[in-house]
């Protein structure tokens, strides 16, 4: 595993002054491949599906593991789709002179080797591996033992695509055996070869990562996210957004987890209470929202702490814009949060001072995502407040250095 | 000290959220009660002073310890001067809009709780202080036992400041007692209560914080600091330049350590080492520069990764521009190194490729500096890759989150 950090280091050198046209090439050759070689990975996949299935693998882990022509294609399709973004590397960032007449610019450079550990998704191998590429990074992936042979035959894919443009093949490495020992490795970072950490995966992985690496993470713990219905909220908007922040797809850490209703708002709690239970979506309310609805379950006090990632949700009423924000404050989990009022001035209130990696107004929780934000792609979402916060994109993959252009200035 | 921490925590949440007049207004009130309590400092530090004397304090340390009426003063001027500085806080980032006709915007916001642990200056408390209070976080001020007494007056007038501005007296806290435990301690992070760490002092606290601390750290090491003088070098650029850059002040982390000259300016060499061994710099020379001088002193391998901050320079004859980037990618600290020349593209690709926080192009490398850089003050000079990278100012003592303008938007 040194090694595999050491290798990290000496191709992100050269990496980081790749031009835009070689990573994009191996990008595009990185895509070809994956197309070329969809027989060898659907081969490799169904090695890992038969191991998984012996193994009782649970039905939504497996459709996680699975990959398909579709999958493959969308795969291809999307290191195709890093490809096409704009070069984070090389950015000016700011530019400003001085009056001594120094020109001092503050300029994108990669951030350095990111290690990638994640679950049964193999596809990450090829997102995680494209998106560190293109931000000019060597990347460390090491993948769920389930999925290693889906992950192996990806991996080989990327790494024709490094050869194809002449670029080291160590800038995208995958942890080559199935390591136990791996994963605490690289949370100790390396030998300080590794500069970051993304995991990618259930809560269990990410509480471990957070707790033990010595090296900065890239990651949220959990997504419990609030939708506040304000006493000046317009009644339709509550519902569409309120449905579709629950319900679009449940699974995702940008789905509503708590409803918050102000008392101003009332006359919307049974409208919005009926719509959530018709579409199937099992409430739990507090005192005020039990009597409403006969489908209403009661809340308990943990109920406020519970990111369902299902068809649940806790439903509370609140007394004004500052009860419905230290809610927010002591369950929430800085994640994303939205405000639903035609008050602009609450607006502004909730956007500055809920303190969540995304705030919304007239919006659904849903938009919590890089492709939404237009970042092309995302490595994850962050909560953490250090370097990336929110949608983890290419540019937040990159770090910067001063330039400085003189023409003889000494300091006085 | 996890009492602290909590503290600090929970003043950061309010602190977050004051306007920017309420700060200033604690910033001007501390500089007030700095002037006013000058004679209660000065009889603190004189405790501070008897204590190092009769414990055999070298002179350099006793003279970073000493306050005077012209260091009070210009410690007074210098909260004010922060006090005057832009609020970083809230400044719009970025704005964009989305196809959907979502608007998002990239909003600064404090970093949290930050750590800072320095040794015998006792006008740190100031600066750091007023730094991060400027910024919008708590700060937990870990000052030398050396400086105690000195610190705990100057802190006093900077609790006066916040309580003057009804702002939380929490948000700039000292550790109480000569607390041996209490770095120890804030490396592990309190209980997940501090979000960053800044060592002010020499090296071995700084080896020790980025060794221990499981929280990130802005901090340089060391400044190995290169001036290249390239064959298209002006002659009397480089001479004003590198005696700059080197003799300016040989104490600070952005003096030059060693002279790279090209072979192509080789008749420089000897008018470079004559100007340096006049001015007092002793010289320590490869081959090529020991036979231009009798006073050049022979250069061992360990000098080449020495950093003097005294009146002594290692200097090396190079073979063209790779080979100057190659010795600094070897033997540098990714601090600030400079190339002289009148070659443009020369001068590009020396900017492009070195890897470090500040690249100066026909400059002296003595500008490495917040001040400098128009940041008004900084809190340290970072050289890691995360979050802060060379002058760490209060625009760096941030994070940001997203706010997103909708009208009712669903996500399909």
């Known amino acids: 595993m040194l090694d595999l950090g050491k ?21 595009a050759a990185s895509a070809a491949a ?14 890992d599906m038969e191991a998984a299935r012996a193994a009782d693998m649970s ?14 294609e969308a795969m291809a399709k999307g290191v195709e789709d890093i490809a096409a973004l704009a070069d984070p590397v090389g950015r000016v960032l700011a530019s400003f002179e001085r009056p001594n007449g120094l020109r001092i610019e503050r300029v994108a450079t990669p951030l350095g080797v990111i290690g990638v550990i994640y679950e049964s998704r193999p596809n990450v191998t090829a997102d995680a591996g494209a998106l560190c590429l293109k931000a000019g990074n060597a990347v460390i992936l090491r993948g769920g033992s389930d999925s290693f042979h889906s992950s ?58 957070q707790e033990e690496a010595r090296v900065p993470v890239f990651a949220h713990l959990e997504g419990i996210v609030h939708v506040y219905v304000h006493g000046a909220a317009d009644a339709q908007k509550a519902l569409t957004i309120v449905r579709n922040a629950k319900l679009r797809r449940t699974g995702i850490c940008g789905a509503a987890e708590t409803l918050l209703v102000d008392k101003a708002a009332q006359a919307q709690l049974a409208p919005l209470v009926k719509m959530l239970a018709d579409a199937g979506c099992e409430v ?15 809340a308990s006090e943990e ?17 004004g814009l500052d009860a419905a924000m230290d809610h927010i404050e002591h369950y929430g989990s800085h994640h994303t949060d939205c405000i639903i009022t035609e008050d602009k001035a609450a ?3 909730f956007l500055r001072e809920v303190d969540s990696a ?55």
């Open 7 to 27: 290798r990290a280091r000496a191709a992100a050198h050269g990496l980081g002054l790749a031009s835009s046209e070689a990573k994009n090439r191996a990008l």
């Open 34 to 47: 994956i197309r070329a070689q969809s027989h060898k990975i659907k081969a490799a996949n169904d090695l």
């Open 59 to 72: 039905k939504s882990n497996l459709d996680r593991l699975m990959l398909d022509d579709k999958r493959i």
């Open 152 to 209: 192996r035959a990806i991996h080989a894919c990327l790494v024709e695509g490094l050869r194809a443009a002449n670029l080291p093949e160590a800038a995208i490495q995958l942890v080559p055996v199935k390591d136990r020992a791996a994963v605490g490795e690289m949370l100790k970072g390396l030998g300080g070869n590794l500069d970051v950490i993304v995991p990618r995966g259930g809560k269990s992985l990410v509480a471990r990562v």
């Open 284 to 298: 739990r309310g507090d005192e005020a929202t039990r009597g409403i609805d006969a489908r209403v379950k009661p």
């Open 303 to 319: 109920d406020w702490s519970t990111e369902y990632l299902d068809a649940i949700i806790s439903v509370k009423l609140v007394d």
């Open 347 to 349: 607006a502004e209130r």
């Open 358 to 412: 995304i705030v919304l107004h007239n919006a659904s929780t849903q938009f919590a995502d890089g492709g939404e934000f237009g970042f092309g792609a995302e490595i994850g979402i962050a909560t953490g407040r250090m370097h990336a916060r929110g949608p983890v994109g290419v540019e937040q993959l990159t770090s910067f250095k001063y330039r400085v252009h003189g023409n003889g200035q000494t300091r006085a």
